[in-house]
Nanobody
Framework: QVQLVESGGGLVQPGGSLRLSCSAS????????MSWVRQAPGKGLEWISY????????SYAHSVKGRFTISRDNARNTLYLQMNSVKPEDTAVYYC????????RGQGTQVTVSS
């Protein structure tokens, strides 16, 4: 069965950086586009980034464009999200998902941006 396991979250100060990882199994990872979505406290799910199966096309929500970078390693079945210049409004649970999502997704990883 499909399994997505996110990791790398934590507490980071505004302006700092963090790299999230998503380990995928149960499907042919290299054949699937992937996305990151997030859910801030008290809010709905927000799509934030997409990457095509071979990594040659990426897209970002306006809220993270220029600060976040999505990437993937198909040999390792792993998706990444490099988060730079983080802001308090980036505080959320972050999930990886297949295609545009939001399902299926893993248990998520908590990112808290605070001084």
């Amino acid at each position: 069965q499909v399994q997505l396991v996110e990791s790398g979250g934590g507490l980071v100060q505004p302006g700092g950086s963090l790299r999230l990882s998503c380990s995928a199994s149960g499907f042919t990872f290299r054949d699937k586009a992937m996305s990151w979505v997030r859910q801030a406290p008290g809010k709905g799910l927000e799509w934030i980034s997409y990457i095509k199966s071979n990594g040659d096309i990426t897209s970002y929500a306006h809220s993270v464009k220029g600060r976040f970078t999505i990437s993937r390693d198909n040999a390792r079945n792993t998706l990444y999200l490099q988060m730079n210049s983080v802001k308090p409004e980036d505080t959320a649970v972050y999930y990886c998902t297949i295609e545009m999502g939001p399902d299926p997704r893993g248990q998520g990883t908590q990112v808290t941006v605070s001084s």
